[in-house]
């Protein structure tokens, strides 16, 4: 995956920008709040069709009516153009893949990209919630399936909970449980078992890059841990057929102290996923330098995931790394990233962070304004 040009329009601070990019590095550079989050941002609300943090409304540039993002990209060697419209007030935004319309859920994975940014830091010591998203969206990238899969398991827990609420007030009959428990056991057990295999195949990919950019000094183990272990019996496999069961046995075991508390008490929902450094818990006892790292592996290894998946890597946005990480790890990355031939949007303070020659495009961003500085090839 390849993007060639990226226009904007009315997007945060840039009234206009038409910017030319390097298949390799792309770096931009500038002091704080001129805009270099913003460009990357509009790259990644293109691949996901949501924004990171922000509303859409948020995204288009104040007092303007709606934002346009169009940029011109290859997917195994295929030129395509992807165009977004974003209404500032009411009203859908418009997606148009190579001039025809497309819907929201069509348009992604259309354009593969994958953002490292400050706030991804937090996801060690945020809520369980955080860690499952991360999955969920690592998931979605490489088996589009579990985006549908996941949708029905929520439903049916939305369901469930209700019934669970109208049981409780006297309104429905205990036993009409039954056939929820069956239809969210079968939903649990794809979600569960697909985000299993997910977590063994990150167990690979991420520990061999913590490796890499630690210099060999860091193990890094992935736990995919469900949720009350301590009150039920641990599953013997993860295979599909045998946690549907498992899941009916420990769902309909629980019907009393669900009905109670007006919500399911188990799944999927609730799991989480913990992380190691040379065997201690990165959470509690991981540096800085450490979090960071390990941060980056997990993005790294999310692109290699889309790799196996897609047959090529995404285009990977990287927000602000580079102050984070000692001289030595932000070689090892840069390595990385140039003999892999993955093409990279990097936002920066200071040049200083990169080595002098360095393969790519510099850019300097300058309130909302994008200065092209110097190419090397
Ligand atoms: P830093 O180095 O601090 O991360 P940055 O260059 O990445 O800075 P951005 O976050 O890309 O900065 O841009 C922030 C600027 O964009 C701010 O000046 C902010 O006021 C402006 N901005 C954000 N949203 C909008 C909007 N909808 N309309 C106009 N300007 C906006
Ligand atoms: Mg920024």
Redesign the pocket.
Same mark, same amino acid.
Request: proline share 3%.
């Given at each position: 995956m390849k993007i060639s040009a990226l226009y904007l329009r009315?997007?945060?601070?840039?009234e206009e920008l038409n910017l030319n990019l390097a298949d390799t590095i792309n770096i931009?550079l500038?002091?704080?709040?001129?805009?270099?989050? +913003?460009?990357? !941002?509009a790259v990644n609300f293109s691949a996901l069709g949501t924004a990171r943090v922000?509303k859409d409304s !948020?995204?288009?540039?104040?007092? +303007?009516d709606a934002?346009l993002i169009r940029i011109n990209f290859s997917k195994l060697d295929v030129s395509h153009v992807l165009a977004l419209e974003i209404p500032a007030h009411s009203g859908r935004r418009k997606i148009l893949l190579d001039g025809n319309s497309i819907k929201l859920r069509d348009c992604i994975g259309k354009l593969n990209a994958v953002m490292f940014s400050?706030e991804d830091l937090f996801i060690f010591r945020n809520s369980p919630a955080s860690r499952r998203k991360f999955l969920n969206i690592t998931l979605a990238q490489t088996a589009p399936i579990y985006f549908s899969e996941l949708a029905t398991y929520n439903r049916l827990i939305e369901q469930r909970n209700n019934l669970l609420k109208k049981i409780r007030e006297g309104t429905a009959a205990p036993n009409s449980l039954e056939i929820w428990n069956e239809q969210l056991a079968a939903a649990a057990a794809k979600v569960t078992a697909k985000r299993i295999t997910a977590v063994e195949n990150l167990n690979i990919l991420a520990n061999e890059m913590q490796k890499k950019i630690s210099a060999q000094s860091e193990n890094l183990l992935l736990v995919y841990e469900i949720h009350d272990l301590k009150n039920v019996y641990a599953p013997q496999n993860f295979n599909c057929d045998y946690l549907q069961s498992w899941y009916y046995k420990i769902f309909s075991s629980r019907n009393f102290i669900d009905i109670a508390r007006g919500s399911t008490s188990f799944g999927p929902h609730l799991d989480d996923l913990n992380f190691f450094i040379n065997g201690k818990e990165l959470r509690l006892y991981g540096s800085q330098g450490q979090l960071r790292t390990t941060a980056l592996a997990l993005k790294l290894s999310e692109i290699a995931m889309i790799k196996s998946a897609a047959g090529e890597y995404p285009v990977l946005l990287l927000?602000?790394v580079m102050s984070e990480l000692d001289a030595s790890r932000r070689e090892k990355l840069l390595d990385f990233l140039l003999t892999q031939k993955i093409q990279t949007l990097i936002?920066a303070?200071e040049r200083a962070y990169f080595p002098a020659q360095i393969c790519g495009k510099i850019f300097q961003?300058e +309130?909302?304004a994008v200065h092209f500085e110097e190419e090397i090839s």
């Open positions: 009315d997007f945060r601070n840039f931009f500038g002091r704080n709040a001129q805009g270099k989050t +913003n460009i990357l !941002e922000a !948020e995204l288009v540039r104040w007092t +303007n934002a400050p927000d602000d936002t303070t961003v +309130n909302g």
